[in-house]
């Protein structure tokens, strides 16, 4: 090889390497997914996706999650107001509200759909998730029908503190049965019904 090659290699070697520094760490790699989940819920709700955030341990999603107890259509405009943010980084935001004895839930949907807030409907309420995580459950039913059902599967169960370990290995037979009730996962009108699913196969995917 004669000087002026070795000289050619040389400088395209250095351009190589210097175009390698300049390239950005965000360019050079995919970015997480990042959610927000509000829950309508003082405890339950929070409490489980902070452990199913915990045992899935999906660096490809971030999550975030936050309480906001009220109606549905709170629920959804408070969701709603992380959106509007100038700081926003989110690529997804849920609320996770309860049909139970609310009379706003037609009005939270139509904010929903108005504002790009993902909806996650539990018909009657958020427990019926977690039930189906221990039997296959399709008959009509109300929340203390819910609550006891969970007691009697589940005898450590207590409202205002769940042990996640009694429904982790339940996940996937609790999506399956859930979209059995629905399979759509968008109606929630039918009792019972629950789409959480949706929002869990997104925090695990």
Known sequence: MTSRTRSVVIVASQRRREGSSRRSPRAARKLATRVLIVCGGACTEKQYFDELRRWVRNPAVKVKIKSEVGSPSQVVRYAAGFMNRSDSDFDAVWAVVDVDDFTDLEQAVRESRRTGVHLAVSNPCFELWLLLHLVDHRHE???????????????????????????????????GRAQRLEPSGRTHTSNPSTNVWRLVGEVRS
């Open 141 to 175: 039913v109300t929340t203390p029908e819910v609550q006891k059902l969970l007691q009697r599967h589940c005898s450590a169960y207590d409202k205002t503190r769940i042990r996640f370990a009694d429904f982790a290995d339940g996940i996937d037979d609790a999506c």
